[in-house]
């Protein structure tokens, strides 16, 4: 793995994030997850240790925005913008992952993003250059990500504007057992938001338990 | 193959047009490409007949659009609406392709969705449901479609309201050597038209000359 990381999930103990807390603890990184209740978040955290085999705490959303140095986001969209007040004076110099999915029910199989064009794009822009906001984990089905055993096939986009950063969560995908590619800026999350839709209609019209996609293509050999 | 169909395909002497006419004739479709420039048309039309061992008619736009029962539009997006225009008093009753991808030069690698959040879904609204516009093959490298020997590793994403056109445009996406997919309303175009911008984004990052898409995951076995 890439070197050990603190990160805090917020909303962590939804199904997405646990499962990310899950993978990246097993991994061996310093895992807290966040719940607007400090005392489910510290329960939950109780029973996602002993699946990981690896020490994962628990906290309130706001203490667990400050203590991490990485910090995921991977509440509903209804609840989106209020956590991001709440932790927001808690994001200076950190990388944000936003694993935000627009879905507006009832209809989540129909692509309906958000004024500007993105939600990751709006946070980046909301919260300045000081917080680097990368997007991922968007179309990867929650289930799969909680089961340790189950191989994802599905690819990572990983969108933002700081390289750097894009590589580090890149490198956090790949210990979570996904391949992940470097999709462009920050602009470019809207694919990755817009895609859940149609996996969710995919799901649906085929009967698939949680599609995914795969980037295909070989790189060119070098020239010699 | 499908039965046969009658496809006039509108900017058909660009390459993604080209590519598909050659692999729509070789399937046994009847297929004509337009252009602005009718006699430019018919010279591309012989070339193309060669290539493909089949007939391929070369028209002006608007002659090619009142021939065919299935139209498609590959144009550059910096003459799409002007080119619906001409073409818009033959369309109706019939089955429109879309295959447009919003780029804007010379940003081509960052999405930049148009308002409304999709071209595709912006033509069905502005041509009434008397039209039953499809999106598809906005993801499929221009280049390999036109080499009739490359076996195409991009799942094409088909979008639109009407279940039985898209099933149409799902045949001849297999008529062309590629897998497609029922992706939801034509609102889910929007996926379509920005992945084209990761993809030519992953192309420069990793090298790789036409990279592509596939949809992962199996159906869940039939309940005994």
Known sequence: MTDKSNISIIGGTGALGAGLALRWARAGHAVTIGSRDGARASEIAKELSA??????????????????????VTVPYASHAATLDTIRRHLDGKLLIDVTVPLMPPKVRTVQL????????????????????VSAFQNVAAAHLADLDHAIDCDVLVCG???????????????????????????????????????????????IPGAGIRITGDPAPAES
């Open 51 to 72: 699946k990981a085999g690896a020490d994962i705490t628990g906290l309130e959303n706001e203490a667990a925005a400050a203590k991490g140095d990485i910090i995921a």
């Open 114 to 133: 958000p004024e500007g064009g993105s939600v990751a794009k709006a946070v980046q822009k909301a919260l300045g250059e000081n917080v680097r906001v």
């Open 161 to 207: 504007n700081d390289p750097a950063a894009r590589n580090q969560v890149i490198s956090l995908a790949n210990d979570a057992g996904m391949k992940a590619w470097h999709a462009g800026r920050i602009d470019n999350s809207a694919i990755a938001e817009a895609l859940t839709s149609a996996l969710i209609f995919i799901n649906g019209q085929y009967k």
